[in-house]
Each structure stands twice: as structure tokens, then as C-alpha cells.
């Protein structure tokens, strides 16, 4: 049997092919033939622009539905697809085609030229909503193509990790840890063909690519494809969706948009939200303005999803949920012991969906692992009594001040809590005295006269003196990445000083 993925994805696909999979904004609307047809015709035309299997084919362009196509493009010609972020610059980009060799990169329109100087081996083609060369190669091209042979660990993706810590690496993925995660998704979360998924997010990461668009063609179902996010047009959109996807800031952008009612939500039977911790404050403030209780759950681009609060059953605000089906989790102390309900320790997960290891760095890839198999994912959690995961905080952001551990979580919950904070940040820098020492990035609200020795004082009121942040700075907002993640390096470089 062809364990490619794509093979699994036509097999799903809905019998009268004239249905749509994507619908645009305006109206227009794309069938799964179109889409089948469309990435025949592009695999072709990579086929001819000298990729042979196991090559990888770089896509650094804007979200229309012809980039979803040449993504299954690359799957169908038993290639390996690497998404890179559009906001990427030129010295990230040199250093991902050095790393990667791609054998061809797609690019927008007008931006050729300075690809091709930081790769002048590979083939540069270009696309766009509107066209582009990749298209013309494309147009002169068969609507079938015969799907190539993977086995299950042959590569399909490698997705850069987001770099807020150090140089990025290539995580491998595989047809199987892709088919495996969908599969279980797909069940998890109930998509039928009926279903209407909107679908704001970039299609450059594990999120919006892989989780959002695997969950709509292994179901045969349908897409509102927007380019972007916007609060106005998202909450427009909504009646006519069953289920939407997004980072938390979509949804607190959301509650600040009058026109995001119960009654835009009524025909919505699931939000999902990832890729960044939800406030609490968000969590029980949608579910009092539309009656809607949002579905945290937790992955990472190593692994794809790990865990996932119930479609049916309680939903734990702070929680990520249960580890999916398939999923072995455990949270470990310092010395491997496994951790007891509310002990904080550091996750490992160990599954079909976790990756084999990062794209050439071997000695990387074994540090990651444990020798039973298990990925150290960086991120620190406890149980809770229900045995749901609790993520208290990446092992990075770990703050040791005068040989005592600090997670940064604890207080920022404390601190999210103050009124007239809207978010914040606590980052650890050096300090002579006791090593390092914390201290809080704030964000206030509108009108309030927040002080730093309020919250000092706030603080000191709830929490061990030690874990006290030393001092207090306001900003306007926040630095995040691209799926919204705060970028603590960003703090620690602005503010370490201090």
C-alpha cells in the first residue's frame, strides 16, 4: 500500500469531486477537482524543473489556495515540502536554502531576483493569487499524475523551528507522523463532511497547514479560505462555519469586535485554540460572551498535536487536556522520576507522531531523545487530578534565583490578575547576587494608573518573596512571533539590562 500522504487524502476525498473544498472570499468557490487537477499539473511541473524524490522544494509565499495545491504537488511527486515564513529576511532565508538545499523555491512575484542570489542552484519559479511562472509551467501540464510511492518514514515536510532561542533546525517529518496526527484529529474533533471550517491562519506552519487543512481533507469537507485574519470579517463569516481555528489573539481580537455576537456563533460547534498559552481571562470571558467553550490543545512543529481537551467532556481552562490516542506521555523530575498529580516536571512525548529527528544535526537529535524513545520537548507541565496536561512554562524560561526555581507562569498568572493588566511577560536576567533575577514585562490597560510598585506590592501579597520580580516594565505590547508566541529573547535583550 502507498503510504503517501496524499494517497490518504484522495482517498477522502468526496465522490462527486465538484464540491468545494475551499470557498473564497467574494464568493468564488474551488472543487476538489480543481484541486486535484491543479496539483497534478504542478507536480508535473516540478518534475520537469529537475525534482526527484527526496528533493525538497522551498514555498515562501502568500496564502491562496494555488499554495495549498503546490504543497500536495510536492507530496504527489514524493517530495519534501519546506514552508518558510513570509515575513522571513534575507539572512533567514540564506541560511534555510543552505541548510535545506532545496532543488526548487517558490517565491512572490518580484521577488526572483534576490532569491535567486542567496540560492543560484535551485530552480526559482514564482506564484501568486493572481499567477505567476509556476502556474504557466503548470498550465501546459496534464490533470493526472500518477501519486509516487512513499513508505511511511520517508520524509514529506521539514518545518524550521521558530528560532526564539538560538539557530533554527529542520524538523523532520514524516508521511506517517502526518497521516498518524490527522487520522486522530480528525476522530477527536467529529469533522464530517458537513463541516465548514474557517480558516484564518498562515499556511506556513503546523497549525494552519498541517492540523487546520488535514482536518478538512481527510474529512472531505469544506473550507472558508480567508488570506488572513481580520476581526470584522471573521465574525461576518462565522454563521455560515461549523468549527474555526486559531491563535489566542484571535480571540481576543474577536471580543473586542461588536459585531462577534451568539448570535455569529450559532451555527459554530468547536473552537480550537493553540500554538500560544490561553489567557484565563480569554478562556472564561468567550465562553460568557457567546456561549462557546474553546478547545485548548497542545503541539509543537516537532510533533504536531500531543494533547487536547474533549469535544465531548469537560474542558479545563489552563489546561491542554489528555494525551490524544496513540499519545505516551510523561511529566519527569531532574532525576527521571515521574511526577506526582501537581508535581512540575519536564514533558517527554513519545508517539506515531513524533518526528525521527532534525535535518542533518544527528548529535542534536539524540540529545532530544531519551533512550526509551522519548522527545524532550523543552516544555514544563504538571498533571491535575483529572490527569489533564497543565503547562506551566518552557524549560528555558526556567528562572534559578539564589538556587531556587522560578516558573515563570506562576506569576504572570498572578500578574494577568492585577485589574488594569491586559497580558505579561517574566523573563530572567543576570544578576551578581543570586544568578539571575526575575523581571515582569507588563502590558496595562487603557486609563490605568499602574505603577511598578503596585504590582511589586500585588505581588508580594500572594507569592514567596523569591519569586518577586525585582522590577517592572510597561510596554505597549508585547513581541510575538509568527504563531504568537511570546518572543522572551526579544525581553531578555531589551530589558536584561535593567
Avoid at 500522504?5 to 477537482?33: I, M
Avoid at 470571558?285 to 469537560?314: I, K, V
Avoid at 488594569?420 to 502590558?443: L, M, N, Q, T, Y
Wanted: some cysteine.
Amino acid at each position: 500500500m502507498n503510504a503517501n500522504l496524499y494517497s490518504l487524502f484522495e482517498s477522502h476525498f468526496p465522490e462527486e469531486r465538484e464540491q468545494p473544498f475551499a470557498l473564497l472570499p467574494g464568493g468564488g468557490a474551488v472543487p476538489y477537482e480543481d484541486l486535484a487537477a491543479a496539483s497534478a499539473r504542478i507536480a508535473h511541473a516540478l518534475v520537469a524543473a529537475g525534482c526527484r524524490p527526496g528533493d525538497r522544494v522551498a514555498a515562501q509565499t502568500d496564502k491562496h489556495w494555488q499554495a495549498l495545491a503546490l504543497y500536495l504537488a510536492s507530496l504527489r511527486a514524493g517530495l519534501v515540502y519546506l514552508p518558510l515564513n513570509t515575513g522571513y529576511q534575507k539572512g533567514e532565508l540564506s541560511y534555510f536554502f543552505g541548510d535545506a538545499e532545496p532543488r526548487v523555491i517558490v517565491c512572490r512575484p518580484g521577488a526572483e531576483d534576490a532569491i535567486a542570489a542567496l540560492a543560484p542552484s535551485a530552480a526559482v519559479l514564482t506564484s501568486s493569487a493572481e499567477g505567476g511562472s509556476l502556474q504557466d509551467a503548470a498550465g501546459g501540464h496534464d490533470a493526472a499524475f500518477e501519486t509516487v510511492a512513499r513508505a511511511p518514514d520517508d520524509l514529506a515536510a521539514i518545518l524550521y523551528t521558530s528560532g526564539t532561542t538560538g539557530r533554527s533546525k529542520g524538523a523532520m517529518l514524516t508521511h506517517r507522523n502526518l497521516a498518524s496526527n490527522a487520522l486522530t484529529l480528525v476522530e477527536e474533533w467529529g469533522f464530517t463532511r458537513g463541516d465548514v471550517l474557517l480558516h484564518a491562519l498562515p499556511i506556513y506552519h503546523v497549525h494552519g497547514l498541517f492540523v487546520a487543512t488535514h482536518c478538512v481533507l481527510l474529512s472531505g469537507s469544506r473550507m472558508l479560505w480567508l488570506p488572513k485574519f481580520d476581526a470584522a470579517e471573521v465574525a461576518r463569516l462565522l454563521p455560515h462555519a461549523t468549527a474555526m481555528m486559531g491563535v489566542p489573539t484571535f480571540y481576543t481580537r474577536l471580543l473586542t469586535e461588536p459585531s462577534f455576537t451568539r448570535e455569529s456563533c450559532r451555527n459554530v460547534r468547536l473552537f480550537v485554540s493553540g500554538s500560544a498559552p490561553l489567557l484565563a481571562e480569554t478562556f472564561a470571558e468567550f465562553r460568557e460572551r457567546t456561549g462557546h467553550t474553546l478547545l485548548e490543545r497542545y503541539g509543537m512543529t516537532e510533533t504536531g498535536m500531543n494533547t487536547s481537551n474533549p469535544l465531548d467532556g469537560a474542558r479545563l481552562g489552563g489546561t491542554v487536556g489528555p494525551p490524544l490516542p496513540g499519545v505516551s506521555i510523561r511529566i519527569v523530575a531532574e532525576d527521571g522520576a515521574p511526577c506526582p498529580p501537581g508535581g512540575v516536571g519536564a514533558i517527554e512525548v513519545k508517539g506515531p507522531n513524533v518526528f525521527p529527528g532534525y535535518w542533518r544535526l544527528p548529535e542534536k537529535t539524540r540529545e532530544e531523545f531519551t533512550a526509551d524513545g522519548y522527545f524532550r520537548t523543552g516544555d514544563m507541565g504538571c498533571w491535575t487530578p483529572e490527569r489533564y496536561v497543565q503547562i506551566v512554562g518552557r524549560a528555558k524560561d526556567l528562572i534559578i534565583t539564589g538556587g531556587l526555581n522560578v516558573y515563570p507562569k506562576e506569576i504572570e498568572e498572578r500578574i494577568d490578575a492585577i485589574p488594569g493588566v491586559v497580558e505579561s511577560a517574566v523573563i530572567g536576567v543576570p544578576d551578581a547576587d543570586f544568578g539571575e533575577a526575575a523581571v515582569a514585562v507588563v502590558v496595562g490597560k487603557p486609563g490605568h494608573a499602574l505603577t511598578e510598585a503596585a504590582v511589586i506590592a500585588a505581588l508580594k501579597a500572594e507569592i514567596a518573596s523569591f519569586k518577586v520580580p525585582k522590577r517592572v516594565h510597561f510596554v505597549a505590547d508585547l513581541p510575538r512571533n509568527a504563531m504568537g508566541k511570546v518572543q522572551k529573547n526579544l525581553l531578555r535583550a531589551e530589558h536584561g539590562g535593567g
